[in-house]
Nanobody, 114 residues
Framework: QVQLVESGGGLVQAGGSLRLSCAASGSIFSINTMGWYRQVPGKQRELVAVFTNGGSTNYADSVKGRFTISRDNAKKVYLQMSSLKPEDTAVYYC?????????WGQGTQVTVSS
């Protein structure tokens, strides 16, 4: 089992910044994919940014140049969000996947006011 705990969401004005953190605990496999997704009511959860199991990064086109994913190790990942827009408002979920298993955090709300 893997547990994911997110922090760092909140309310920010358009153009502002936030930093999300995710800490994984439990049976962590060092080779994994780990990253961030987001979801708004009535829409599918979508990829925001992720580290692949090869160590490269993938970003949604909508956040390229504004968001940066980083990690300390196999257990902690961060999402630095800058130049936030109202359309970035969503619940952000941390995701961990390895050995055929996928885990999600509880989600953290990010609200960007115009």
């Amino acid at each position: 089992q893997v547990q994911l705990v997110e922090s760092g969401g909140g309310l920010v004005q358009a153009g502002g910044s936030l930093r999300l953190s995710c800490a994984a605990s439990g049976s962590i496999f060092s080779i994994n994919t780990m990253g961030w997704y987001r979801q708004v009511p009535g829409k599918q959860r979508e990829l925001v940014a992720v580290f692949t199991n090869g160590g490269s990064t993938n970003y949604a086109d909508s956040v390229k140049g504004r968001f940066t994913i980083s990690r300390d190790n196999a257990k902690k990942v961060y999402l630095q969000m800058s130049s936030l827009k109202p359309e970035d408002t969503a619940v952000y979920y941390c995701n961990y996947a390895a050995l055929g298993y996928t885990y999600w955090g509880q989600g953290t709300q990010v609200t960007v006011s115009s």
